[in-house]
């Protein structure tokens, strides 16, 4: 109820911003950055109705000569709370629309056939706020100079999570997870917690050693405060990432570099990055279609140190012959890549590609 | 149809099974061609190991085909049938259904080497490394190898994993055969 509540100020606050553009400011963009912090955004909104010269007076009014203000910020509140009383009366049905676009269901075409201008913008804030940060979407890879990719850090805690709720559990009257669904993650996750040595999957990454985090129907969850509730999750290799499953739109569906793809076996299908995975995506219809390709994740940098973990050789067969180990130079492949490297000091002296 | 027919038509299904799995490892490490582009590929070559089929079977389940098919060099080191008795029943039958798949693919990856590490590598790696060697894996960990009497551990302890006879070399990469599974590091 209080997530509802505060979605119902979140969408009064934006329907406040015209308003206030009128009235002067030409600032009045509610919380139109995306960042979920509904109640920000349209507080500056208010701020700036009160104090603007066409609304109450010169600013800087010394005490005594406010009165002016203080009426029109008591209208204006009034205002306010009368959009706030339809905001709650509609935002229950809004809410079920704003369910679907958070799933992605593909029933934003008919919202916005529906509604007017205005709705979508209620729709989309009703978004932000219920799923976070869902709108922007995560990048898993940079790349470096000379094109290849360049991995985040895995041990990061927040590395791939997507923060907000997982798709089928959002907007639920506790949150993003509804009781049921929490007794079932529970359970699964204490028994898989009572079968050591062979450690339930969230225990194997250091990541995932933290009491704060489940694993259910192919997502690891991460909850926290008092309640419990989820607050971020991820899809996991195997799970969501599987073939069949559509590429999550929370996830930047840049293809990697056109030598991956190559390297890795090519074909009609793109290559996308996630958590030292290779996956092949179908370009139009967006579903995985297949673990192209196993990665390291280690960063081999020009002219900083190997990572630790190649003391042996091992080039692939066919390059064996034109790169082999000698006083001047050893030769180590990874992801796709050989590198040459200086036997004395251990750098990194070159990348070298191997489909020339 | 005869009852005869239908028969050998049920019977066909075994038949493969069991002409798939023909060799034992010995058998297809001492059969490998020297040229390495007249070899089968990392998961064609271990549906062709008779002491190999369980863990075969699981990177199928994983969906790893295509990832150890293709032209991408990896470097295995493959539990035999025997290591995975080991493994109780539930736990066997969690990695093997879809609910369980992120679990095996997170497992398997500790077994798993980027690159063409052949025997005569490892053994090099090892002496000149002091004794003890060290491969990453697809899983962002480390395997130490290191010379037990006549034999190579990976690990140490009581939960190192030792590998167990003459490696395979295959199209795309190496196959060596362990007699426990990797555990993850804690």
């Given at each position: 109820m209080r997530k509802i509540m505060l979605i119902a100020a979140s969408l009064a606050m934006l329907s406040v911003a015209p308003a206030a553009a009128q009235n002067g400011n030409g600032n009045g963009k509610g919380n139109g950055n995306g960042n979920g912090k509904g109640n920000a955004g349209?507080?500056?909104?208010?701020?700036?109705?009160?104090?603007?010269?066409?609304?109450?007076?010169?600013?800087?009014?010394?005490?005594?000569?406010?009165?002016?203000?203080?009426?029109?910020?008591?209208?204006?509140?009034?205002?306010?709370?009368?959009?706030?009383?339809?905001?709650?009366?509609?935002?229950?049905?809004?809410?079920?629309?704003?369910?679907?676009?958070?799933?992605?269901?593909?029933?934003?075409?008919?919202?916005?056939?529906?509604?007017?201008?205005?709705?979508?913008?209620?729709?989309?804030?009703?978004?932000?706020?219920?799923?976070?940060?869902?709108?922007?979407?995560?990048?898993?890879?940079?790349?470096?100079?000379?094109?290849?990719?360049?991995?985040?850090?895995?041990?990061?805690?927040?590395?791939?999570?997507?923060?907000?709720?997982?798709?089928?559990?959002?907007?639920?009257?506790?949150?993003?997870?509804?009781?049921?669904?929490?007794?079932?993650?529970?359970?699964?996750?204490r028994q898989l917690s009572q079968r050591r040595p062979y450690y339930h999957y969230l225990g194997w990454s250091p990541r995932y050693r933290n009491d704060d985090y489940a694993y259910s129907d192919g997502y690891a969850y991460r909850t926290g405060g008092s309640n419990n509730l989820i607050t971020a999750f991820l899809p996991l290799v195997g799970g969501a990432l599987f073939q069949g499953n559509s590429w999550p739109q929370q996830y930047a569906a840049d293809a990697v570099p056109d030598y991956y793809n190559s390297y890795y076996g090519g074909g009609a299908d793109n290559y996308r990055y996630a958590d030292n995975t290779l996956f092949g995506v179908n370009p139009q219809s967006n579903t995985i279609t297949s673990i192209a390709g196993l990665l390291t994740g280690n960063d081999f940098t020009v002219g900083q140190r190997i990572p630790s973990g190649y003391d042996m050789y091992n080039v692939p067969y066919g390059y064996r012959d034109q790169y082999r180990d000698d006083a001047q130079s050893l030769y180590r492949y990874s992801d796709g890549y050989v590198y040459q490297v200086d036997p004395t000091t251990r750098l990194v002296q070159a990348a070298i590609q191997l489909l020339t | 149809m005869t009852i005869g027919k239908f028969a050998a038509l049920m019977s066909l299904p075994v038949l493969l099974a069991l002409g798939a799995c023909d060799d034992s490892a010995a058998e297809k490490a001492a059969n490998v061609s020297e040229n390495p582009g007249e070899r089968e590929s990392l998961i064609a070559t271990l549906d062709g190991v008779r002491e190999l089929s369980t863990a075969a079977a699981m990177l199928k389940q994983a969906g790893l085909e295509k990832a150890l098919n293709g032209p991408a060099p990896y470097t295995l080191f493959v539990p035999t049938d025997e290591a995975f008795k080991a493994v109780d029943a539930d736990t066997l039958a969690r990695l093997n259904n879809d609910e369980g798949r992120p679990e095996l693919i997170a497992l398997l990856r500790y077994h798993i080497a980027p690159g063409v590490v052949t025997q005569e590598d490892l053994m090099s790696a090892i002496d000149g490394a002091g004794g003890t060697a060290e491969l990453a894996n697809v899983a962002q960990g480390m395997l130490a190898f290191s010379k037990q009497g006549e034999r190579v551990a990976i690990g140490s302890g009581d939960q190192a994993a030792m590998i167990v006879g003459a490696p395979i070399e295959t199209s795309n990469g190496v196959i060596y055969s362990i007699d426990r599974l990797i555990a993850p590091q804690e």
């Open positions: 349209g507080n500056a909104a208010i701020g700036k109705i009160d104090l603007s010269p066409g609304n109450s007076g010169k600013r800087g009014d010394q005490k005594g000569k406010n009165k002016p203000i203080e009426k029109a910020a008591k209208q204006n509140a009034q205002q306010i709370e009368r959009q706030i009383d339809r905001a709650r009366k509609d935002i229950r049905g809004n809410i079920d629309d704003a369910r679907q676009v958070v799933q992605g269901n593909g029933n934003r075409d008919r919202i916005e056939r529906n509604r007017n201008g205005n709705r979508i913008d209620v729709v989309d804030t009703a978004r932000r706020f219920v799923a976070g940060d869902r709108t922007a979407e995560r990048r898993l890879f940079d790349l470096s100079q000379d094109g290849r990719l360049r991995f985040r850090p895995q041990r990061d805690d927040d590395y791939g999570l997507i923060t907000g709720c997982p798709p089928g559990l959002a907007a639920k009257n506790n949150g993003c997870l509804p009781p049921g669904q929490a007794k079932k993650i529970a359970r699964y996750d | -």
